[in-house]
């Protein structure tokens, strides 16, 4: 259980003193949180099935469920470097979440003899995975089939949670976000470019989420130097034929103003999905704007205006003419009114352009969502080629290729949004069952960064955590047990 720490005392209070015992101790309680949920959801399973195991049978000594429980508790729990598995190797909760036995063999020391190989058995594994090891499970995700089983596990993590809150039944309408984010690298990772925009070198992949829930539901890597715009057709097109079968029976679009091009809105249009994006300003729009950006005669309000006005624009290598909505904004203690330009394709009768204003600006919460990832889980992409110089300080003896560096962290992103999204499972029942708002970072310090002590008795083992987070599970753990999914 760990060596004795030599006594310290502290200099301000001679009372105070510090030492290290053998005893189970832990601040990572909420790993067996998340893997409740995990559980509940059947999503560990759901992968396993799906994922192709390219491993030496006679060589597995961590079963293909435990890594993938490993890698999602760790981000979860905000270790983000593969590093900090051999630190948290020991760890009595992480030890108990990831493991698929029972009872209280994870805790349990395998006898060795003194000189002797600890046996490989896949039933049980020594502690967590190694960094090694869980590099090797990236390699092996990084296949074109596991990397989409993967996708396709971020819309199923949604829509099992969903639906079992819901008691099976699809939502009539949802608005699904598209975006793009940049994640910044340190090194030169390969498809990294410098982005000018964003001034600094990136990756920058595109984003789903669904608007009304906050969930995360796809995520594709891309080029630094990517157009915000580039693969939307692809993307967006698979994505709605899965959200309208599992979830929704219409799934609206909304979009950012680097997205609307011809062939990503006449896909939309053709598949008669309703949509709403901003559109830059150019001459053209500015010269149809010029007319209208003037204010009523009379002192202005106390409150600052908005206005909008229905028109249609056809831009030059557009194929048709399309609706647009002028928004004119009034600004406090500013002179000249700003406005901007949004496109859509329902009817002024579906959604007048106050109502369509008003949607548009809900991108925020989206936007927020989106933002708590690159925040709070910070995603690191930083697999790049680099074969082994040297091995125990002597030149390895066989050498292997560094595999497709650019798979690999498309893999690291999928694995990142996913622990996302179990997190963000517990936010939404933090927040039913305190009618509170949660941020992810709150919901990480107070539900799942908790000191634990674990006390074995017998084949038990007992979790003792303090008041404060014990109040806040209480209220979570029969919503927990309302996720079962059939």
């Not at 020594?126 to 074109?144: C, E, F, I, K, N």
């Not at 928004?327 to 949004?342: G, I, K, P």
Request: charge should be neutral; glycine fraction near 6%.
């Amino acid at each position: 259980m760990g060596e004795e720490l030599t006594l310290f005392r502290a200099e301000f209070n001679g009372s105070v003193r510090i030492e290290s015992r053998s005893e189970r101790l832990t601040a990572e309680a909420g790993a067996v949180f998340l893997r409740e949920v995990i559980e509940r959801l059947g999503m560990s399973g759901w992968m396993t099935r799906r994922l192709e195991d390219a491993r030496d049978p006679e060589l597995i000594t961590h079963p293909l469920s435990e890594l993938l429980n490993t890698s999602l508790l760790l981000l979860g729990q905000g270790w983000r470097d593969q590093d900090d598995a051999d630190l948290l190797r020991n760890d009595a909760v992480f030890r108990l979440a990831v493991s698929e036995r029972r009872g209280i063999g994870p805790l349990q020391a395998r006898p060795c003899a003194p000189g002797e190989v600890l046996s490989k058995n896949p039933a049980e594994p020594d502690g967590l995975a190694s960094q090694p090891t869980l590099s090797r499970l990236v390699r092996m995700l990084s296949s074109d089939g596991n990397r989409q089983v993967l996708r396709g596990a971020l819309l199923e993590c949604a829509a099992r949670r969903i639906l079992a809150t819901r008691g099976g039944h699809r939502h009539r309408y949802l608005t699904i976000d598209i975006d793009s984010l940049p994640v910044e690298v340190h090194g030169h990772q390969v498809g990294s470019e410098h982005n000018g925009h964003y001034h600094t070198r990136i990756y920058h992949p595109l984003i789903a989420s669904i608007a009304e829930t906050g969930d995360l539901i796809d995520a594709k890597l891309r080029e630094g130097n990517a157009h915000t715009a580039a693969g939307s057709v692809e993307f967006i097109g698979e994505l709605l034929d899965q959200v309208e079968r599992k979830l929704c029976q219409v799934a609206a679009v909304r979009m950012d103003a680097g997205f609307p091009e011809e062939h990503l809105l006449y896909a939309l249009e053709e598949r008669r999905t309703p949509y709403v994006a901003r559109v830059r300003n150019n001459v053209v729009l500015d010269r149809m704007a010029e007319p209208f950006l003037r204010r009523p005669v009379g002192r202005p309000p106390a409150e600052p205006r908005t206005w909008t006005y229905e028109m249609t624009y056809r831009a030059e290598k557009w194929t048709r003419e399309r609706r647009v909505v002028l928004v004119v904004l009034e600004r406090a203690d500013e002179l000249f009114l700003h406005h901007f330009w949004l496109i859509t394709n329902w009817t002024p009768e579906q959604m007048d352009g106050t109502a369509l204003l008003a949607m548009y600006r809900q991108r925020g919460t989206a936007e927020g969502h989106m933002g708590e990832l690159m925040d709070v889980l910070d995603p690191a992409l930083s697999s790049s080629p680099r074969q082994k110089s040297h091995y125990r300080g002597a030149e390895p003896a066989r050498r292997f290729p560094s595999g497709d560096s650019f798979a690999h962290n498309e893999v690291l992103l999928l694995l990142n949004v996913l622990a996302y999204d179990i997190v963000h499972a517990t936010r939404v029942m933090i927040e039913a069952a305190t009618h509170e708002g949660w941020s992810l970072r709150r919901v990480r310090e107070r539900v799942l960064r908790v000191a634990a002590r674990v006390l074995v008795h017998g084949r038990r083992a007992t979790l003792v955590i303090g008041e404060s987070a014990a109040i806040l599970w209480q209220a979570l753990w029969p919503r927990v047990a309302a996720l079962r999914w059939e």
